[in-house]
Nanobody
Framework: VQLQASGGGLVQPGGSLRLSCTVT????????IGWFRQAPGKEREFVSR????????YYRDPVKGRFTISRDNAKNTVYLQMNRLKPEDTAVYYC?????????WGQGTQVTVSS
């Protein structure tokens, strides 16, 4: 199982980015995929999760209404659309899943929100 996160970059406050997490080695439709982030000097924290099946995503309170998680099972990809970005959203963003009792993490993609 491998996860690859991409789509990060430098954006001004109020801007948008869309992160992608491409998963190989499993059937995405059967698995929940989460997004996490880690800012410098801080612990990694949960951001959002896309459950398996046709269910709405879950979000950390500070990103509710600004971030939207979605998936394209045919492309084995989960997306995180991030709008109205704030400097406090600056972090390395990771996607992850739990498969057969083991955690798998992508390599992370840097998001920097700065003017």
């Amino acid at each position: 199982v491998q996860l690859q996160a991409s789509g990060g970059g430098l954006v001004q406050p109020g801007g948008s980015l869309r992160l992608s997490c491409t998963v190989t080695g499993l059937a995405l439709e059967d698995y929940s995929i989460g997004w996490f982030r880690q800012a410098p000097g801080k612990e990694r924290e949960f951001v959002s999760r896309s459950p398996s099946g046709d269910f709405e995503g879950y979000y950390r309170d500070p990103v509710k209404g600004r971030f939207t998680i979605s998936r394209d099972n045919a492309k084995n990809t989960v997306y995180l659309q991030m709008n109205r970005l704030k400097p406090e959203d600056t972090a390395v963003y990771y996607c992850a899943t739990d498969c057969n009792g083991s955690d798998y993490w992508g390599q992370g993609t840097q998001v920097t929100v700065s003017s």
